[in-house]
C-alpha cells in the first residue's frame, strides 16, 4: 500500500546510501531522519509479569544491534526511549493470581489433607477447561493419568495436528503446555507428602490453583491496591534489566510506565474523542472508530492489513479481561482505547467513571508525550506489528488529527521471532529457556556467543534455534578467538613503519568497503560477518615474510572495532585502541606461574624433541626457574596454578633421576603433553605448541573445547566401531562351533528322522525319503556349516575363539560334539 504524499520523510541526511526495511512500506527505503545526524526511538519494551526468555533476548539484542550500528559506525546522536508495560490483562491476571496464592500458602502452611483435596479439585477442573478431548465423564485419577493422555492426546504429543492435514503450531504447543502442568500436578499429588517440601508442592501445582483460586476470589480484589500489582512488576522489571545488563544490552535512554503516565493517557484519550474518532460505550469504556477514522482520510490496519480481520489477533490485543460480548462496540473491529475496570481490576479515575488504559494506547500516549508528534523509529517484535503497531499508529494519527498531519512514525522495524519446534517462544506457551537459565544455569550460552547467532541471521526474519546454527556462531567465535591471539603475538613488536606495501592492504580496504556496504543495506549483519570471515582467512593463509607492521596492525584493529561496534566486547567502547576482545588472555593472577612453566617446558620439550635431553640439562633448566614455592609479588597466591608449576618441576627431575629407566626423551615429552592436555586444561589454560616458536600460552576456549570434544568422540567411536567388528567376528565364528555332522540332529533339527555317515538328512520326520532337491538345498548349508566349523576349530587351537576377553576352549575330542563339551550351548 502505498503512502499519502504527507507521510513521506523528508529532510537530509550524513548516510544518503543507508537503506532500512520499514514494514510501513514492505520495502528498503532510504533512512532520512526528522533531524540531520538526530533519531528519535521508541522501543516496546517488556510486560514485566515473569522472567525475559531468549526470544527476547533475540528481540532486545538484535534490537541493541541495530542501535549501536546507528550510533558506533554511522555515528548518529540517538534518543531511545523504551517503555515497561506494568498495567495489562496478563498483569492483572498473574498479580492476583499470586497475590491469592501467597495468602492461601500462609492460611495453610502445611500439606494436610484439606489442602491435597482443593489440589485436586483445580486438578480436575483445568483439564476440563483446557483439555476438551478428555471428556468429563472420564474417570481421572493421578495413576493413570499419563494413559488417559496418551489415549487422547498421544498423537499431538508425537507432532501431531489438532487439524487434520495442518502444520503444528503454536494451538499444539498451548496443548502441550497445558498437559505438562495437569501431569505436572498430578504427580505432586501422587509424590508421598513426606518426600516434597510445602514449597516444592506448592510450585508444582500453582497453575491449577492460580485458575481456581482466581475464579473464586478474584473479585475481591480492590482497584485501588495497587500494590497486589506492582509487587510483581517491579520484581520482574528489576529482573529484565538484570537480563540485558548480562546480554550486553545498552540501556535505554529513557524508561517510561504506564502506571506513571496514568493522568496523561486518560487525556490522550479524550482528545480522540473530542476529534471524533472515539466514542464512549454504555459499559463506561471508551473504544476507537475505525470507520470514522477511515472516513476521515486515514488508512488503518497499514502495516499488516491482510490481518484486519483477524479475530483471533484482535482478541489477543484485547486481552483476555476485556469485554467479551461486542454488542457494546460500532463494530467488531474497534479496539478499546479506555477500559471499564471491573471488580478486580486495578482503576483510576477518569470523567468516563473508574478505568484503566487499553493496551495499545499506552505506547501512543507515551511515545508521544515523550517525543512529539513524529518520530524517526518504533521497534518491536514482528508479533506486535499487528494489531498493537497498527493500532498506536491509528490512535496516534486521530489524536494529532487537528494540526499537521504528518507520519507519526517514518520507520517501524520489527525483529523476527526465535522459534524452538516450529513455534515461537513465548510466556503464555512456555515452551521457552529463560535468559538466566541459560546464561547462568545451563550456560549454553554466553553473552557473545547468542549475540554472534543473531548477527550471523537477518535481524527481521525470523531464527530457528538448530544444532547447525549453534556450530556456525561457535565457529564464528573460535576464528576471532585465534585471530586476535596470534594478531596480539604478531602486533607486540610491530611498532615500526615501512614504505613497503603489505601483503593485506588491499585486502583490508575490500573488506572495509564490504562491511561498509553491508551495513547500509538494511544492517545487513551477516554479510558483515562474512567479510570478516574472509579477511581473517586471508591474515592466516598470507606468509609471514609478506606482511609488514601495519598489516598485523591495521587488521586486528579493523576486527576490533567491528566486534566492538556489534557489542561483542562487553562494555568497551567501539573507539578503543586496544586490540582484541575479552577473554584471550589468561587471568593476571596466573601469569606469574604459567608463563615461567611455559617456558621451562619449551626449553625441556625443543631439548627432547632434538633427542638431546639428559638429566643434567633436565636440572639446569629446572633450576634456572623462578622458586616456584615463594609467596607471588602480587600478593595474590593462587595454590592452583602454582601447584601446576611444583608438580611440572618436581615430575621433570623424578623422571630425570639415576633411580629411573627408559628413554629419557620420551618421557618428558610425555610430561610436556601431560601438562598441557591434562594439568593447565582443568584451570582452563592452554599451551598451543608451535613449530620453531614458545608455545602460546591462551586460554581455554569453546572452540578449543569442541575441538577435543570432537577429537574425543571421534577416539571413542572409532573404538566402538572396532569393538563391534571384534564382536560380530567373534559371533560369526562361534556360529561355526557346532560340527556339521549335528546341525540337522535333535535338539538342533527335528525334522529329520534319518542321516547319512556325515550326518546330512535322508528322511524326513515323518519317515518320507527326501526330494533330489531338497537334499541338494540341505548339502549347501551342510557345506557352509562344514567350512565354518573348519576355521572355528582352527582358530580355537590358536586361542582366539572364545567370549570377547577370554580364550576359547579346547576344540573338542573325536567323535565329541559341541554340545557335549559345553552345555549351556543352544
Same mark, same amino acid.
Given at each position: 500500500?502505498?503512502?499519502?504524499?504527507?507521510?513521506?520523510?523528508?529532510?537530509?541526511?550524513?548516510?544518503?546510501?543507508?537503506?532500512?526495511?520499514?514494514?510501513?512500506?514492505?520495502?528498503?527505503?532510504?533512512?532520512?531522519?526528522?533531524?540531520?545526524?538526530?533519531?528519535?526511538?521508541?522501543?516496546?519494551?517488556?510486560?514485566?509479569?515473569?522472567?525475559?526468555?531468549?526470544?527476547?533476548?533475540?528481540?532486545y539484542?538484535?534490537?541493541?544491534?541495530?542501535?549501536?550500528?546507528?550510533?558506533?559506525?554511522?555515528?548518529?546522536?540517538?534518543?531511545?526511549?523504551?517503555?515497561?508495560?506494568?498495567?495489562?490483562?496478563?498483569?492483572?491476571?498473574?498479580?492476583?493470581?499470586?497475590?491469592?496464592?501467597?495468602?492461601?500458602?500462609?492460611?495453610?502452611?502445611?500439606?494436610?489433607?484439606?489442602?491435597?483435596?482443593?489440589?485436586?479439585?483445580?486438578?480436575?477442573?483445568?483439564?476440563?477447561?483446557?483439555?476438551?478431548?478428555?471428556?468429563?465423564?472420564?474417570?481421572?485419577?493421578?495413576?493413570?493419568?499419563?494413559?488417559?493422555?496418551?489415549?487422547?492426546?498421544?498423537?499431538?504429543?508425537?507432532?501431531g495436528?489438532l487439524?487434520?492435514?495442518?502444520?503444528p503450531?503454536?494451538?499444539?504447543?498451548?496443548?502441550?503446555?497445558?498437559?505438562?502442568?495437569?501431569?505436572?500436578?498430578?504427580?505432586a499429588?501422587?509424590?508421598?507428602?513426606?518426600?516434597?517440601?510445602?514449597?516444592?508442592?506448592?510450585?508444582?501445582?500453582?497453575?491449577?490453583?492460580?485458575l481456581?483460586?482466581?475464579?473464586?476470589?478474584?473479585?475481591?480484589?480492590?482497584?485501588?491496591?495497587?500494590?497486589?500489582?506492582?509487587?510483581?512488576?517491579?520484581?520482574?522489571?528489576?529482573?529484565?534489566f538484570?537480563?540485558?545488563?548480562?546480554?550486553?544490552?545498552?540501556?535505554?535512554?529513557?524508561?517510561?510506565?504506564?502506571?506513571?503516565?496514568?493522568?496523561?493517557?486518560?487525556e490522550?484519550?479524550?482528545?480522540?474523542?473530542?476529534?471524533?474518532?472515539?466514542?464512549?460505550?454504555?459499559?463506561?469504556?471508551?473504544?476507537?472508530?475505525?470507520?470514522?477514522?477511515?472516513?476521515?482520510?486515514?488508512?488503518?490496519?497499514?502495516?499488516?492489513?491482510?490481518?484486519?480481520h483477524?479475530?483471533?489477533?484482535?482478541?489477543?490485543?484485547?486481552?483476555?479481561?476485556?469485554?467479551?460480548?461486542?454488542?457494546?462496540?460500532?463494530?467488531?473491529?474497534?479496539?478499546?482505547?479506555?477500559?471499564?475496570s471491573k471488580?478486580?481490576?486495578?482503576?483510576?479515575?477518569?470523567?468516563?467513571?473508574?478505568?484503566?488504559?487499553?493496551w495499545?494506547?499506552?505506547?501512543?500516549?507515551?511515545?508521544?508525550?515523550?517525543?512529539?508528534?513524529?518520530?524517526?523509529?518504533?521497534?518491536?517484535?514482528?508479533?506486535l506489528?499487528?494489531?498493537?503497531?497498527d493500532?498506536?499508529?491509528?490512535?496516534?494519527?486521530?489524536?494529532?488529527?487537528?494540526?499537521?498531519?504528518?507520519?507519526?512514525?517514518?520507520?517501524?522495524i520489527?525483529?523476527?521471532?526465535?522459534s524452538?519446534?516450529?513455534?515461537?517462544?513465548?510466556?503464555?506457551?512456555?515452551?521457552?529457556?529463560?535468559?538466566?537459565?541459560?546464561?547462568?544455569?545451563?550456560?549454553?550460552?554466553?553473552?557473545?556467543?547468542?549475540?554472534?547467532?543473531?548477527?550471523?541471521?537477518?535481524?527481521?526474519?525470523?531464527?530457528?534455534?538448530?544444532?547447525?546454527?549453534?556450530?556456525?556462531?561457535?565457529?564464528?567465535?573460535?576464528?576471532?578467538?585465534?585471530?586476535?591471539?596470534?594478531?596480539?603475538?604478531?602486533?607486540?613488536?610491530?611498532?615500526?613503519?615501512?614504505?613497503?606495501?603489505?601483503?593485506?592492504?588491499?585486502?583490508l580496504?575490500?573488506?572495509?568497503?564490504?562491511?561498509?556496504?553491508?551495513?547500509?543495506?538494511?544492517?545487513?549483519?551477516?554479510?558483515a560477518?562474512?567479510?570478516?570471515?574472509?579477511?581473517?582467512?586471508?591474515?592466516?593463509?598470507?606468509?609471514?615474510?609478506?606482511?609488514t607492521?601495519?598489516?598485523?596492525?591495521?587488521?586486528?584493529?579493523?576486527?576490533?572495532?567491528?566486534?566492538?561496534?556489534?557489542?561483542?566486547?562487553?562494555?568497551?567502547?567501539?573507539?578503543?585502541?586496544?586490540?582484541?576482545?575479552?577473554?584471550i588472555?589468561?587471568?593476571?593472577?596466573?601469569?606469574?606461574y604459567?608463563?615461567?612453566?611455559?617456558r621451562?617446558?619449551?626449553?625441556?620439550?625443543?631439548?627432547?624433541?632434538?633427542?638431546?635431553?639428559?638429566?643434567?640439562?633436565?636440572?639446569?633448566?629446572?633450576?634456572?626457574?623462578?622458586?616456584?614455592?615463594?609467596?607471588?609479588t602480587?600478593?595474590?597466591? !593462587?595454590?592452583?596454578?602454582? =601447584?601446576? *608449576? #611444583?608438580?611440572?618441576?618436581?615430575? $621433570?627431575?623424578?623422571? %630425570?633421576?639415576p633411580?629411573? +629407566?627408559?628413554?629419557?626423551?620420551?618421557?618428558?615429552?610425555?610430561?610436556?603433553?601431560?601438562?598441557?592436555?591434562?594439568?593447565?586444561?582443568?584451570?582452563?589454560?592452554?599451551?598451543?605448541?608451535?613449530?620453531?616458536?614458545?608455545?602460546?600460552?591462551?586460554?581455554?576456549?569453546?572452540?578449543?573445547?569442541?575441538?577435543?570434544?570432537?577429537?574425543?568422540?571421534?577416539?571413542?567411536?572409532?573404538?566402538?566401531?572396532?569393538?563391534k567388528?571384534?564382536?560380530?567376528?567373534?559371533?560369526?565364528?562361534?556360529?561355526?562351533?557346532?560340527?556339521?555332522?549335528?546341525?540337522?540332529?535333535?535338539?538342533?533339527?527335528?525334522?529329520?528322522?534319518?542321516?547319512?555317515?556325515?550326518?546330512?538328512?535322508?528322511?524326513?520326520?515323518?519317515?518320507?525319503p527326501?526330494?533330489?532337491?531338497?537334499?541338494?538345498?540341505?548339502?549347501?548349508?551342510?557345506?557352509?556349516? !562344514?567350512?565354518?566349523?573348519? =576355521?572355528? *576349530? #582352527?582358530?580355537?587351537?590358536?586361542? $582366539?575363539?572364545?567370549p %570377547?576377553?577370554?580364550?576359547? +576352549?579346547?576344540a573338542?575330542?573325536?567323535?565329541?560334539?559341541?554340545?557335549?563339551?559345553?552345555?549351556s550351548?543352544?
Amino acid at each position: 500500500m502505498s503512502q499519502p504524499p504527507w507521510a513521506q520523510p523528508t529532510g537530509s541526511t550524513h548516510e544518503p546510501q543507508l537503506k532500512i526495511y520499514n514494514s510501513l512500506t514492505r520495502s528498503k527505503v532510504p533512512f532520512i531522519p526528522i533531524q540531520p545526524e538526530k533519531i528519535s526511538w521508541y522501543a516496546c519494551g517488556p510486560t514485566v509479569y515473569d522472567d525475559a526468555h531468549l526470544g527476547h533476548a533475540r528481540n532486545y539484542v538484535s534490537t541493541d544491534i541495530i542501535r549501536r550500528i546507528l550510533r558506533d559506525y554511522f555515528h548518529f546522536n540517538i534518543k531511545f526511549i523504551m517503555n515497561t508495560t506494568d498495567v495489562d490483562d496478563k498483569i492483572i491476571l498473574r498479580g492476583r493470581q499470586r497475590h491469592l496464592y501467597d495468602e492461601y500458602k500462609k492460611e495453610h502452611r502445611y500439606i494436610d489433607a484439606e489442602v491435597r483435596r482443593d489440589v485436586r479439585h483445580a486438578w480436575v477442573y483445568y483439564i476440563e477447561k483446557y483439555l476438551k478431548r478428555i471428556g468429563p465423564k472420564t474417570l481421572l485419577e493421578p495413576g493413570t493419568f499419563d494413559d488417559v493422555v496418551e489415549q487422547a492426546y498421544g498423537d499431538i504429543l508425537a507432532g501431531g495436528s489438532l487439524e487434520p492435514g495442518t502444520k503444528p503450531g503454536d494451538k499444539e504447543a498451548k496443548v502441550k503446555m497445558h498437559l505438562a502442568t495437569a501431569r505436572s500436578t498430578a504427580k505432586a499429588l501422587m509424590q508421598d507428602p513426606k518426600l516434597l517440601t510445602p514449597h516444592e508442592f506448592y510450585n508444582r501445582v500453582a497453575d491449577p490453583m492460580y485458575l481456581v483460586l482466581d475464579e473464586k476470589l478474584g473479585t475481591t480484589i480492590k482497584g485501588d491496591d495497587y500494590a497486589v500489582f506492582t509487587k510483581l512488576t517491579k520484581e520482574y522489571e528489576t529482573r529484565f534489566f538484570q537480563d540485558m545488563h548480562d546480554l550486553n544490552v545498552l540501556d535505554p535512554d529513557e524508561i517510561v510506565r504506564v502506571t506513571e503516565h496514568g493522568k496523561e493517557i486518560a487525556e490522550f484519550v479524550k482528545k480522540i474523542v473530542d476529534n471524533d474518532l472515539g466514542y464512549l460505550t454504555s459499559d463506561g469504556s471508551v473504544y476507537f472508530d475505525i470507520k470514522a477514522f477511515e472516513a476521515a482520510g486515514f488508512n488503518y490496519a497499514r502495516l499488516e492489513p491482510w490481518n484486519r480481520h483477524n479475530q483471533d489477533l484482535q482478541a489477543d490485543g484485547e486481552g483476555a479481561l476485556s469485554q467479551q460480548s461486542s454488542s457494546v462496540k460500532r463494530s467488531d473491529a474497534d479496539f478499546a482505547l479506555w477500559k471499564a475496570s471491573k471488580p478486580g481490576e486495578p482503576s483510576w479515575a477518569s470523567e468516563w467513571g473508574q478505568g484503566r488504559p487499553g493496551w495499545h494506547i499506552e505506547c501512543s500516549a507515551m511515545a508521544s508525550g515523550k517525543l512529539g508528534n513524529q518520530m524517526d523509529i518504533h521497534s518491536g517484535g514482528v508479533d506486535l506489528a499487528f494489531p498493537h503497531h497498527d493500532n498506536e499508529l491509528a490512535q496516534s494519527e486521530a489524536f494529532w488529527a487537528d494540526g499537521t498531519r504528518k507520519q507519526w512514525v517514518n520507520y517501524f522495524i520489527h525483529m523476527g521471532h526465535l522459534s524452538i519446534a516450529g513455534s515461537k517462544m513465548s510466556k503464555s506457551l512456555k515452551n521457552f529457556t529463560t535468559i538466566r537459565e541459560a546464561l547462568h544455569v545451563r550456560k549454553e550460552w554466553t553473552s557473545r556467543s547468542l549475540r554472534i547467532v543473531f548477527l550471523l541471521g537477518t535481524w527481521k526474519d525470523g531464527i530457528e534455534i538448530t544444532d547447525e546454527m549453534v556450530l556456525e556462531g561457535r565457529g564464528w567465535e573460535d576464528r576471532v578467538d585465534n585471530f586476535f591471539i596470534n594478531a596480539v603475538e604478531n602486533s607486540k613488536n610491530a611498532t615500526t613503519t615501512t614504505n613497503q606495501k603489505g601483503a593485506l592492504e588491499d585486502v583490508l580496504q575490500e573488506t572495509e568497503a564490504r562491511v561498509r556496504a553491508a551495513l547500509l543495506d538494511s544492517f545487513n549483519t551477516p554479510a558483515a560477518m562474512s567479510a570478516i570471515s574472509t579477511l581473517i582467512n586471508a591474515y592466516n593463509s598470507t606468509k609471514k615474510i609478506d606482511t609488514t607492521p601495519e598489516d598485523h596492525i591495521s587488521t586486528a584493529r579493523f576486527v576490533t572495532r567491528m566486534v566492538n561496534i556489534f557489542g561483542l566486547n562487553g562494555d568497551t567502547p567501539a573507539d578503543s585502541t586496544t586490540i582484541g576482545w575479552k577473554g584471550i588472555e589468561i587471568p593476571d593472577a596466573a601469569k606469574e606461574y604459567v608463563y615461567p612453566l611455559a617456558r621451562m617446558r619449551d626449553e625441556l620439550r625443543q631439548a627432547a624433541i632434538a633427542k638431546s635431553i639428559t638429566a643434567e640439562k633436565v636440572q639446569k633448566i629446572v633450576s634456572s626457574s623462578p622458586d616456584q614455592e615463594d609467596v607471588p609479588t602480587s600478593g595474590r597466591p !593462587r595454590p592452583s596454578y602454582a =601447584r601446576a *608449576l #611444583s608438580e611440572f618441576s618436581r615430575s $621433570a627431575l623424578e623422571v %630425570a633421576s639415576p633411580s629411573e +629407566s627408559g628413554d629419557l626423551n620420551k618421557q618428558i615429552l610425555a610430561l610436556c603433553d601431560r601438562v598441557r592436555d591434562v594439568d593447565l586444561w582443568q584451570l582452563d589454560i592452554y599451551l598451543e605448541d608451535r613449530e620453531n616458536a614458545p608455545a602460546l600460552v591462551r586460554p581455554v576456549t569453546e572452540g578449543l573445547k569442541a575441538v577435543r570434544r570432537e577429537r574425543e568422540d571421534k577416539i571413542r567411536q572409532k573404538e566402538e566401531a572396532k569393538k563391534k567388528r571384534e564382536q560380530e567376528a567373534l559371533e560369526k565364528l562361534q556360529k561355526g562351533r557346532l560340527s556339521p555332522a549335528d546341525m540337522f540332529k535333535p535338539p538342533h533339527s527335528n525334522d529329520f528322522s534319518a542321516w547319512d555317515p556325515d550326518g546330512l538328512p535322508t528322511t524326513a520326520r515323518d519317515g518320507t525319503p527326501l526330494t533330489a532337491s531338497k537334499v541338494k538345498r540341505l548339502k549347501k548349508d551342510w557345506e557352509l556349516q !562344514r567350512k565354518a566349523h573348519e =576355521r572355528y *576349530l #582352527s582358530a580355537t587351537q590358536n586361542g $582366539a575363539a572364545g567370549p %570377547a576377553g577370554t580364550t576359547a +576352549s579346547p576344540a573338542p575330542a573325536a567323535g565329541g560334539t559341541a554340545t557335549e563339551r559345553d552345555p549351556s550351548f543352544s
